[in-house]
């Protein structure tokens, strides 16, 4: 019973070893941070998982199928991918790149029908951005973005959404505001791998961690069981101390911070 | 709504420039004595124009496949401009981006030079075409693990226009200064002015069905435009739709070739132009190329029969005609495609 799984994956770039050997499993509707320093891994794991990739041993497992065995667009209609940042070269409108999740759907030389046009509109409805569908891609900030790659997703109807950092280059405010998107889209049944920087995000969306570092799992389990103040410190290589606050939720303190006590 | 009424007068225009190529000439016929022979030669209806013999003569077995050829070369130039331009996401692109028309002009002249026959040259000028296209996929597949692809096949192309180039002079260096050089150079130049019937209907299907093909393609080469890793992930198949569009590219140009000789500028300024109409939405856009080509060529291949006694090789036209028109496009260009 496998929903979305990596088995002893192993990939390397020219010779030069990335993934070790990862075990990776994904619940149906769980939220799966994927942590750990820069040039560990993670984006390689998550093209793995796309199927973008091709490991040199070991397999991924899509719903109790080698996800090798879907056509690319059968894949397409299970797992989509929102990337960090998306370059855009022609001056789409952001419904433009919303009906393009619904090109698996379009047959060859079909003109888009009024059937994908409403579920891309309802996909940006659904985050609130309908608002922008008239806009120029280019032109919207950060965060806009970023929710209109999501409803590319939506629209997509794939239900497995691998996201690449999806809040780096976000202010505080959008920050939060994806958290919670991502949070209420996996309680509607959404299914997430992603990856961060920030343990604290991880936290905020519970669900469960992995750690990499240096091509392997360093730990993984339950967010709230799995990152202490031991693994930061280890994965990062970092000086700090996980402290509960009032409340009991666990935030980061580096050791150069002045604390009162 | 304001791109079907931009369409619908583009199509009018189209319409209306063949009508008045098809009257102009050195025999000139009266508008209404043309829609009168076309009437009742096409529909059945009314009666047959004074002299009508020579007119259909003129209409049907002279101007007329010329027209059809002028046609369907200038939308397969634009078209196949237009999707390089999508592909290799620049908007400086032309057709012969891969060394297509490099090679087919070579194949051209050596044609001329060892074949009497007419046939000879087409097969020459349409082999080489794909010979050279082919060497700069090798050469792009050479180095093309990983990486960015793209850029590997703009060099490949760099390449092997630069190989048929020189194999070109070689040909004119060797050929026959006093009966093969004018007919090479006279070619290069480009011109309708070998087309008849027969050779319309050849090239005709290959021609219509490849320019419909690309012009409907524009939705698959937007979601290339995003890279290859988006693309794929969004369940677009980009390798076969890459080489798909390659192939159909390719072939329309050796075909254009093989019909009319070198036409430059063509598959450069048409897309630009159609982007300022319509934006660069490329399911739009591709489109709005392959109408608005097939009009300018009209336009200009009747100015070169008509404007002197002589008449003008439609290449020397096009890029007179080109060049100030792509200066005013490198403005746009300066914004890159918004």
């Known amino acids: 019973m496998s929903f979305y799984s990596a088995n002893n994956l192993h ?8 993934l070790k050997g990862i075990d990776l499993h994904i619940a149906q509707g769980s939220i799966v941070s994927l942590l750990g320093p820069n040039g560990t ?8 998982f796309l199927g973008l990739l091709k490991p040199r041993s070991g397999e991924v497992i899509l719903k109790n199928k080698r996800l090798e065995s879907y056509s690319v667009k059968e894949r397409a209609l299970h797992v989509s991918y929102v990337p960090q940042s998306t370059h855009v070269a022609f001056a789409f409108c952001a419904l433009d790149i919303v009906l393009m999740g619904r090109i698996a759907f379009e047959s060859w030389f079909q003109k888009a029908r009024l059937l994908d046009i409403q579920k891309a509109r309802e996909a940006m409805e659904r985050l ?64 997430f791998l992603k990856s961060t920087h920030f343990p604290e995000h991880a936290l905020m969306l519970g669900g469960y961690t992995y750690a990499l570092k240096e091509g392997y799992v360093l730990a993984h389990g339950l967010t709230c069981k799995t990152i202490t103040q031991e693994l930061i410190n280890e994965l990062y290589n970092t000086d700090i101390v996980l402290k509960e606050t009032v409340c009991g939720y666990p935030v980061c303190i580096p050791k150069f911070v002045k604390t009162k006590q | 709504m304001k791109n079907s009424i931009l369409f619908g007068l583009i199509l009018f225009l189209l319409g209306g420039s063949m009508l008045v190529s098809l009257a102009l000439g050195r025999y000139e016929i009266h508008l209404d004595t043309l829609w009168q022979l076309l009437v009742w030669k096409l529909l059945g209806i009314g009666s047959a124009p004074h002299d009508v013999a020579m007119l259909s003569n003129i209409v049907f077995d002279i101007r007329l496949p010329r027209i059809l050829a002028v046609v369907l070369v200038g939308a397969a130039l634009s078209v196949s401009g237009g999707t390089f331009q999508a592909m290799f996401v620049n908007p400086l692109v032309s057709p012969g981006i891969l060394g297509v028309l490099a090679g087919a002009s070579f194949g051209a002249a050596l044609g001329i030079m060892v074949c009497e026959e007419w046939i000879g040259v087409q097969f020459f000028a349409f082999l080489f075409g794909f010979v050279a296209v ?22 490949g192309g760099v390449v092997s226009s630069a190989l048929f180039s020189a194999l070109l002079s070689v040909v004119k260096f060797v050929a026959d200064p006093y009966n093969k050089l004018p007919a090479i150079v006279y070619w290069l130049m480009g011109s309708f002015s070998a087309v008849d019937m027969k050779m319309v ?9 490849s320019t419909l093909i690309l012009s409907l393609m524009g939705k698959y080469l937007n979601v290339l435009s995003l890279g290859d890793d988006e693309a794929k992930a969004l369940g677009v198949r980009v390798a076969w739709v890459r080489n798909s569009a390659i192939l159909l590219a390719t072939l329309l140009s050796t075909l254009t070739v093989v019909v009319a000789g070198m036409i430059g500028w063509v598959g450069l300024i048409i897309p630009h132009i159609a982007r300022f109409l319509v934006g660069a939405n490329n399911r739009v856009l591709l489109p709005m190329c392959t109408l608005l080509g097939a009009t300018f060529l009209v336009i200009v291949d009747t100015l070169c029969r008509t404007s002197l006694s002589i008449e003008i090789p439609i290449g020397i036209a096009t890029s007179l005609i080109g060049i100030p028109i792509f200066v005013l496009a490198l403005r746009n260009a300066k914004k890159g495609f918004a």
């Open chain 2, 134 to 155: 082919i060497l700069a996929l090798g050469v792009a597949k050479i180095y093309g693990s990983g990486g960015s692809k793209m850029i590997l096949l703009v060099l």
């Open chain 1, 128 to 191: 609130g951005i309908l608002h922008l569908e008239k806009r120029t891609f280019q032109t919207l900030s950060g965060g806009e973005k970023q929710l209109v790659l999501i409803a590319r997703s939506l629209a997509q109807g794939a239900k497995i959404l691998v996201m690449d950092e999806p809040v780096s280059g976000l202010d505080y405010g959008n920050q939060l505001r994806l958290l919670e998107t991502i949070l209420s889209l996996s309680k509607e049944g959404y299914t």
């Open chain 1, 41 to 48: 891994g993670k984006s390689t794991l998550m093209k793995l």
């Open chain 2, 201 to 209: 209907t050849q090239v005709a299907l290959p021609l219509a069905l």
């Open chain 1, 11 to 18: 990939f390397s770039y020219n010779d030069k070893a990335i």
